[in-house]
């Protein structure tokens, strides 16, 4: 008799699960029959009740009975199996492009078939394409079920029904194991949070049971999934502070030469003077820097600030000290951009500024590795290509990253390993513009001290904003018309709305067409992701020059991209796109000594939402009133995703929705950083997915 499996049982010794589902499964870091029980359902399905056919609609989701009145095989421009299921209040068509003979005897007339899937609307008629469906003996035709369903995070050709299984035998374990789920959180705290224990939170997600709040569940406001919500919040939070403290075990070199005579000349040939809030900045850096523990710091700062000339002034006392820096930004464009402006401000220095993208080939990429590692060239500047394998440091001094919100805490740490020798390890230095609120920001960067400029440049002209229905559009093309004439310079941004690259390009390329028709006199250039870099390296040369009049681009142009002739905006669709994304392309214009204006075109009718998004980028400017109207404009489920934040992607948790709890978070992961240290393996195992191997963690 087969033993009954213990949460520790690998997969692959479950019933039913054969080598390629194992090698699926693990692909989800799902190993052992106990790693299912924090696999958390992302959705539930509710196939408590029939939905008789005569009231769907397309996009609506449902389980269906009826009798097939219909089946055969259809040679169209792709063969397939039709089925007509009806119930008597209507019908809908089953489409199958894939099935078997099996499959098509299964489907007789007459059968009657429960299936469930999405509706939409066919050429004829409602239909569902592969839908999942059963067939049902009279005896069964009122059998339901009797709660919501669950629908787990999946990879391909891994069906809903064996992690359902998998799920049900590891909840089942946990009978004789129950310590599995045991509690971490403090008793008191659990007992403030009035929320359920741990054990019942993860029992009610997996197996919602019959009666249990539907509503809730689905709006992610569920008790349950509160309480699972705080302990991966918590859980998170721990694991940045930890490893703040593990990295701030390590030895980095000082970078003493603050006040050198490099760094006078530096500071004498930048053409501006630092701001205010700049010099503060700076100040924190510099007495950082100089101290033999790793440096880790956020400089944050609205767009437009002025970050980079830190990070070059952070770079330039690296090298004056005798270490390498190196300058890590999300996209070419935008480390095109640094290293052009890098190689001016160091020109006078005459240390040269090494790029390393994913472009940079062959014998030059070669000759540039092996310098750095050897420890002659000082400065790199770079996209991810930075990370690769085959790239190191002689003697990292300071690894610096962009606009951090793209690159996530692995990333981060990545970077800082290709430096790390036995004796010492770099310092760190993360620039963001990202404007996230003070209670977010303590979450997010919880492993990061914080720097603000809290300031622009002087003889910034506030940009006007205005928004415009598309119908207006003549009207926007001949303001362009008219701000050429006077010498100024426009970006017209197509923003991703299509499904598809290849879609969105399209629109792009059509946009630049009409305005090449409607602006006969003016240059237009072009810019998207999918154009050879050298092709868009020409045209943005061209639009920084002058030459080009009005920049055409899909929203490779978000970052970074700094032309301060360019005074006037216009975003397509504006009222597709979200409050952040929306201040990151304004944030492109408005950067000179004139006045700027930005156009927002608009689809009518608009929604509510988008109304007030729009409403909201015409009163303010300020970065960190948006993030605030952002946050409260988000409705549940909307995540704020993984990658905007650069945190690891939560389970159950929504930054946006959850945050009114994170005061309370810092509070317990401080008292169980302080009590319970030995809880704290268990509790991160629970919830972060482990850090790549690394030195420090
Ligand atoms: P961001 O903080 O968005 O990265 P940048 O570093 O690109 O901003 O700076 C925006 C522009 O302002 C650049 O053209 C830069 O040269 C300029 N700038 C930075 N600091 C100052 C300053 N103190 N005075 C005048 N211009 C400045
Ligand atoms: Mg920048």
Same mark, same amino acid.
């Given at each position: 008799?087969?033993?009954?499996?213990?949460?520790?049982?690998?997969?692959?010794?479950?019933?039913?699960?054969?080598?390629?589902?194992?090698?699926?499964?693990? @692909?989800?870091? $799902?190993? +052992?029959?106990?790693?299912?029980?924090?696999? *958390?359902?992302?959705?539930?399905?509710?196939?408590?009740?029939?939905?008789?056919?005569?009231?769907?609609?397309?996009?609506?989701?449902? *389980?269906?009975?009826?009798?097939?009145?219909?089946?055969?095989?259809?040679?169209?421009?792709?063969?397939?199996?039709?089925? /007509?299921?009806?119930?008597?209040?209507?019908?809908?068509?089953?489409?199958?492009?894939?099935?078997?003979?099996?499959?098509?005897?299964?489907?007789?007339?007459?059968?009657?078939?429960?299936?469930?899937? =999405?509706?939409?609307?066919?050429? =004829?008629?409602?239909?569902?394409?592969?839908?999942?469906?059963?067939?049902?003996?009279?005896?069964?035709?009122?059998?339901?079920?009797?709660?919501?369903?669950?629908?787990?995070?999946?990879?391909?050709?891994?069906?809903?029904?064996?992690?359902?299984?998998?799920?049900?035998?590891? *909840?089942?374990?946990?009978?004789?194991?129950?310590?599995?789920?045991?509690?971490?959180?403090?008793?008191?705290?659990?007992?403030?949070?009035?929320?359920?224990?741990?054990?019942?939170?993860?029992?009610?997600?997996?197996?919602?049971?019959?009666?249990?709040?539907?509503?809730?569940?689905?709006? %992610? @406001?569920?008790?349950?999934?509160?309480?699972?919500?705080?302990?991966? #919040? #918590?859980?998170?939070?721990?694991?940045?502070?930890?490893?703040?403290?593990?990295?701030?075990?390590?030895?980095?070199?000082?970078?003493?030469?603050?006040?050198?005579?490099?760094? /006078?000349?530096?500071? %004498?040939?930048?053409?501006?003077?630092?701001?205010?809030?700049?010099?503060?900045?700076?100040?924190?850096?510099?007495?950082?820097?100089?101290?033999? /523990?790793?440096?880790?710091?956020?400089?944050?700062?609205?767009?437009?600030?002025?970050?980079?000339?830190?990070?070059?002034?952070?770079?330039?006392?690296?090298?004056?000290?005798?270490?390498?820096?190196?300058?890590?930004?999300?996209?070419?464009?935008?480390?095109?951009?640094?290293?052009?402006? #890098?190689?001016?401000?160091?020109?006078?220095?005459?240390?040269?500024?090494? !790029?390393?993208?994913? @472009?940079?080939?062959?014998?030059?990429?070669?000759?540039?590795?092996?310098?750095?590692?050897?420890?002659?060239? !000082?400065?790199?500047?770079?996209?991810?290509?930075?990370? =690769?394998?085959?790239? +190191?440091?002689?003697?990292?001094?300071?690894?610096?990253?962009?606009?951090?919100?793209?690159?996530?805490?692995?990333?981060?740490?990545?970077?800082?390993?290709?430096?790390?020798?036995?004796?010492?390890?770099?310092?760190?230095?993360?620039?963001?513009?990202?404007?996230?609120?003070?209670?977010?920001?303590?979450?997010?960067?919880?492993? $990061?001290?914080?720097?603000?400029?809290?300031?622009?440049?002087? %003889?910034?002209?506030?940009?006007?904003?205005?928004?415009?229905?598309?119908?207006?559009?003549?009207?926007?093309?001949?303001?362009? /018309?008219?701000?050429?004439?006077?010498?100024?310079?426009?970006?017209?941004?197509?923003?991703?709305?299509?499904?598809?690259?290849?879609?969105?390009?399209?629109?792009?390329?059509?946009?630049?067409?009409?305005?090449?028709?409607?602006?006969?006199? !003016?240059?237009?250039?072009?810019?998207?992701?999918?154009?050879?870099?050298?092709?868009?390296?020409?045209?943005?040369?061209?639009? @920084?020059?002058?030459?080009?009049?009005?920049?055409?681009?899909?929203?490779?142009?978000?970052?970074?991209?700094?032309?301060?002739?360019?005074?006037?905006?216009?975003?397509?669709?504006?009222?597709?796109?979200?409050?952040?994304?929306?201040?990151? $392309?304004?944030?492109?214009?408005?950067?000179?000594?004139?006045? +700027?204006?930005?156009?927002?075109?608009?689809?009518?009718?608009?929604?509510?939402?988008?109304?007030?998004?729009?409403?909201?980028?015409?009163?303010?400017?300020?970065?960190?009133?948006?993030?605030?109207?952002?946050?409260?404009?988000?409705?549940?489920?909307? #995540?704020?995703?993984?990658?905007?934040?650069?945190?690891?992607?939560?389970?159950?948790?929504?930054?946006?929705?959850?945050?009114?709890?994170?005061?309370?978070?810092?509070?317990?992961?401080?008292?169980?950083?302080?009590?319970?240290?030995?809880?704290?393996?268990? $509790?991160?195992?629970?919830?972060?997915?482990?850090?790549?191997?690394?030195?420090?963690?």
């Amino acid at each position: 008799m087969p033993t009954t499996p213990r949460l520790t049982t690998p997969l692959g010794r479950m019933p039913g699960v054969g080598p390629a589902t194992e090698s699926r499964l693990a @692909r989800l870091g $799902l190993r +052992s029959l106990g790693d299912l029980l924090f696999h *958390l359902p992302l959705r539930y399905i509710d196939r408590t009740r029939i939905t008789p056919m005569g009231s769907l609609r397309p996009g609506d989701e449902a *389980l269906l009975q009826g009798r097939i009145e219909l089946c055969q095989i259809r040679f169209g421009r792709r063969r397939s199996l039709l089925c /007509r299921l009806s119930d008597g209040t209507g019908s809908i068509l089953l489409r199958f492009f894939h099935f078997n003979r099996t499959q098509q005897a299964m489907l007789e007339h007459g059968a009657i078939l429960r299936c469930w899937g =999405q509706v939409r609307a066919g050429p =004829q008629a409602l239909e569902m394409i592969h839908p999942e469906y059963r067939r049902i003996h009279d005896a069964e035709r009122d059998e339901l079920e009797q709660a919501l369903t669950p629908v787990y995070p999946t990879t391909e050709r891994l069906p809903q029904s064996v992690l359902r299984r998998l799920a049900a035998a590891a *909840l089942a374990a946990v009978e004789q194991e129950p310590e599995a789920l045991g509690e971490l959180v403090p008793e008191r705290v659990i007992r403030g949070l009035a929320l359920p224990s741990l054990r019942d939170a993860v029992m009610q997600m997996h197996l919602p049971p019959p009666g249990m709040d539907m509503e809730q569940l689905l709006a %992610g @406001r569920h008790p349950a999934q509160r309480r699972l919500a705080f302990d991966e #919040l #918590l859980a998170h939070q721990i694991s940045l502070r930890l490893l703040r403290r593990e990295v701030r075990t390590f030895t980095a070199p000082g970078l003493v030469a603050a006040d050198s005579e490099p760094m /006078r000349h530096f500071f %004498g040939r930048l053409p501006f003077k630092l701001t205010r809030a700049q010099r503060r900045a700076l100040r924190d850096v510099q007495r950082d820097l100089a101290a033999d /523990r790793p440096m880790l710091r956020l400089v944050q700062g609205d767009v437009g600030s002025g970050k980079t000339v830190i990070a070059a002034a952070a770079a330039m006392q690296a090298i004056a000290s005798g270490y390498q820096a190196a300058l890590m930004a999300p996209t070419e464009l935008l480390a095109e951009q640094h290293c052009g402006n #890098l190689s001016q401000w160091f020109a006078a220095t005459g240390i040269p500024v090494v !790029m390393l993208t994913g @472009r940079v080939g062959g014998r030059v990429r070669r000759q540039a590795l092996q310098r750095l590692a050897g420890g002659e060239l !000082m400065l790199a500047v770079g996209t991810h290509a930075l990370l =690769q394998e085959g790239v +190191s440091f002689g003697r990292l001094g300071l690894a610096i990253i962009d606009e951090q919100h793209r690159f996530g805490v692995h990333q981060r740490l990545a970077f800082l390993e290709k430096g790390s020798a036995p004796d010492f390890f770099p310092h760190q230095l993360v620039l963001t513009a990202t404007p996230i609120p003070r209670t977010l920001a303590m979450t997010m960067f919880a492993d $990061l001290d914080v720097s603000v400029i809290d300031e622009l440049p002087p %003889g910034r002209k506030p940009v006007q904003t205005v928004a415009a229905s598309s119908e207006r559009r003549a009207e926007v093309v001949q303001a362009i /018309r008219h701000a050429g004439a006077q010498g100024r310079q426009a970006y017209w941004v197509c923003p991703r709305i299509e499904e598809t690259d290849d879609a969105n390009v399209q629109a792009a390329e059509e946009t630049a067409r009409l305005l090449i028709e409607q602006l006969p006199a !003016m240059r237009i250039g072009l810019v998207h992701g999918r154009m050879p870099a050298r092709e868009r390296d020409g045209v943005m040369q061209a639009f @920084r020059g002058g030459g080009v009049q009005v920049l055409v681009a899909t929203t490779v142009i978000e970052v970074g991209v700094d032309v301060p002739g360019a005074t006037l905006m216009v975003i397509e669709n504006a009222e597709r796109l979200g409050l952040a994304q929306l201040h990151q $392309l304004r944030g492109r214009i408005g950067r000179g000594k004139d006045a +700027s204006t930005c156009v927002l075109l608009y689809k009518p009718p608009l929604s509510a939402l988008a109304r007030e998004r729009l409403e909201t980028m015409r009163a303010t400017a300020d970065g960190f009133v948006i993030a605030e109207k952002d946050l409260e404009l988000r409705g549940p489920g909307e #995540l704020l995703g993984a990658r905007q934040t650069g945190l690891q992607r939560m389970r159950v948790a929504d930054l946006a929705r959850d945050a009114r709890i994170l005061p309370q978070v810092q509070r317990v992961a401080d008292l169980m950083i302080e009590r319970h240290p030995e809880r704290l393996p268990e $509790l991160t195992r629970r919830w972060v997915i482990p850090e790549p191997a690394l030195g420090v963690v």
